[in-house]
């Protein structure tokens, strides 16, 4: 452990100490990021963590590094301590104590990377399953340890890790799925608030389900009583199922994906909801094939149009196109509810997309609800990354 003094930096002959270059740094502000081209000298390939200090030699906490990854160092502590099976330990300890005193039920996301302390390392519990996913190096190399962990805390019947995500390669890391701990039964499937999903935890979307939206089901529903709902980018559709459970009088699911369009099927029959009509196309071209249809309620919730800051500027002419076509369709009174999952479209770009698209297609809104990703996916002050997620309830004209 490398011993340092908050006045006068690191002792000498510390060794794995890295050291911010001159200049303004979102680290020494909080920041748990740290990129290749901010640091005095890159750490040798083999390292994995280090103390960070800033030119002063002030000691800004201690993080794993990765010489590969264009973000070189992650914080995982404010102290000076080893990342080992303790501290892992008690990060999960937190997250999960965290989770069950906000109600959280067996459908969650249990820890979420730097939110809860560990950067790269996420845990999804669908009831007796957990899926991990290993985002880090470190954490990648701590994957058996961290999988011993999680079944002593919480005795799952099936460890799975979904370490096909791109941001891998990001750290050069492979692209691999594994059933680390237990077995799948052939036909899985997942209760959510007493709906039943198809479950693939193993190559469905994301870790089997999208767990950000799950709070917001439900919202949209209650508009949905009485109503003609359009479930765009509905992958399983899970908002055209509580649509159609709270009433909707038909409910049109539509999805570029065939196997999301099949599961759609599937989850609708499974759940008698025999209301919902499952269509894959472009959601662009359906509302241009469409162009005529009228709908009294719309959900918006595509895909990240902006994964990356550069791709900023055709997202914000994406995500408008998107919501000018959903204005034309709506009914007097109709209900929109569009979100955006790219955290580089913030609230006050989203906004002002939303007004503009609403301005263009000559109609005037009232903001029912602002929304947000939910609490088992906690927002870091200082860390504008960690929020993702956002949209707006509205009803127009």
Same mark, same amino acid.
């Given at each position: 452990?490398?011993?340092?003094?908050?006045?006068?930096?690191?002792?000498? *002959?510390?060794?794995?100490?890295?050291?911010?270059?001159?200049?303004?740094?979102?680290?020494?502000?909080?920041?748990?990021?740290?990129?290749?081209?901010?640091?005095?000298?890159?750490?040798?390939?083999?390292?994995?963590?280090?103390?960070?200090?800033?030119?002063?030699?002030?000691?800004?906490?201690?993080?794993?590094?990765?010489?590969?990854?264009?973000?070189?160092?992650?914080?995982?502590?404010?102290?000076?301590?080893?990342?080992?099976?303790?501290?892992?330990?008690?990060?999960?300890?937190?997250?999960?104590?965290?989770?069950?005193?906000?109600?959280?039920?067996?459908?969650?996301?249990?820890?979420?990377?730097?939110?809860?302390?560990?950067?790269?390392?996420?845990?999804?519990?669908?009831?007796?399953?957990?899926?991990?996913?290993?985002?880090?190096?470190?954490?990648?190399?701590?994957?058996?340890?961290?999988?011993?962990?999680?079944?002593?805390?919480?005795?799952?019947?099936?460890?799975?890790?979904?370490?096909?995500?791109?941001?891998?390669?990001?750290?050069?890391?492979?692209?691999?799925?594994?059933?680390?701990?237990?077995?799948?039964?052939?036909?899985?499937?997942?209760?959510?608030?007493?709906?039943?999903?198809?479950?693939?935890?193993?190559?469905?979307?994301?870790?089997?389900?999208?767990?950000?939206?799950k709070e917001q089901y439900g919202r949209v529903a209650a508009f949905s009583g009485g109503r003609r709902v359009l479930d765009a980018f509905c992958n399983q559709g899970a908002f055209g199922l509580f649509a159609a459970r709270a009433g909707a009088r038909e409910v049109t699911a539509v999805d570029s994906s065939q196997q999301a369009i099949d599961l759609v099927s599937a989850n609708a029959a499974a759940n008698?909801?025999?209301?919902?009509?499952?269509?894959?196309?472009?959601?662009?071209?359906?509302?241009?094939?469409?162009?005529?249809?009228?709908?009294?309620?719309?959900?918006?919730?595509?895909?990240?149009?902006?994964?990356?800051?550069?791709?900023?500027?055709?997202?914000?002419?994406?995500?408008?196109?998107?919501?000018?076509?959903?204005?034309?369709?709506?009914?007097?009174?109709?209900?929109?509810?569009?979100?955006?999952?790219?955290?580089?479209?913030?609230?006050?770009?989203?906004?002002?997309?939303?007004?503009?698209?609403?301005?263009?297609?000559?109609?005037?809104?009232?903001?029912?609800?602002?929304?947000?990703?939910?609490?088992?996916?906690?927002?870091?002050? *200082?860390?504008?990354?960690?929020?993702?997620?956002?949209?707006?309830?509205?009803?127009?004209?």
């Amino acid at each position: 452990m490398t011993a340092y003094s908050r006045e006068s930096g690191p002792v000498p *002959g510390s060794g794995d100490a890295l050291r911010l270059r001159p200049g303004p740094h979102r680290a020494a502000h909080g920041h748990p990021w740290v990129f290749a081209g901010e640091l005095e000298t890159l750490p040798p390939p083999e390292q994995k963590t280090a103390a960070l200090y800033d030119q002063r030699g002030r000691f800004l906490g201690r993080g794993m590094v990765n010489s590969q990854s264009q973000i070189v160092w992650r914080r995982y502590s404010g102290d000076d301590v080893p990342f080992d099976d303790g501290l892992v330990r008690d990060r999960l300890e937190r997250a999960f104590r965290i989770r069950r005193a906000a109600g959280f039920g067996h459908v969650c996301r249990l820890f979420w990377s730097e939110s809860d302390g560990i950067p790269g390392l996420v845990v999804d519990r669908y009831g007796e399953i957990l899926v991990v996913q290993a985002l880090t190096r470190l954490v990648d190399a701590c994957l058996e340890g961290i999988s011993g962990i999680l079944v002593e805390l919480l005795a799952p019947r099936c460890i799975l890790a979904r370490n096909d995500a791109q941001v891998r390669e990001y750290e050069g890391l492979p692209r691999t799925t594994a059933v680390l701990y237990g077995a799948l039964r052939p036909d899985e499937s997942i209760l959510l608030d007493g709906m039943r999903f198809a479950f693939d935890p193993l190559h469905g979307q994301k870790t089997g389900l999208y767990l950000d939206q799950k709070e917001q089901y439900g919202r949209v529903a209650a508009f949905s009583g009485g109503r003609r709902v359009l479930d765009a980018f509905c992958n399983q559709g899970a908002f055209g199922l509580f649509a159609a459970r709270a009433g909707a009088r038909e409910v049109t699911a539509v999805d570029s994906s065939q196997q999301a369009i099949d599961l759609v099927s599937a989850n609708a029959a499974a759940n008698g909801l025999l209301q919902i009509t499952p269509v894959a196309c472009n959601v662009f071209d359906f509302f241009r094939e469409q162009r005529s249809e009228r709908w009294d309620c719309i959900i918006l919730d595509p895909p990240p149009f902006a994964p990356s800051k550069r791709q900023l500027a055709g997202a914000v002419r994406g995500y408008k196109e998107l919501n000018l076509r959903a204005a034309h369709a709506l009914t007097p009174g109709g209900i929109l509810a569009s979100y955006s999952c790219s955290h580089h479209v913030d609230h006050d770009t989203f906004s002002a997309i939303l007004r503009e698209a609403l301005a263009d297609a000559g109609r005037t809104a009232r903001l029912v609800e602002y929304c947000h990703q939910p609490a088992d996916h906690p927002v870091i002050l *200082g860390m504008p990354e960690s929020e993702y997620l956002r949209g707006m309830i509205l009803q127009l004209d």
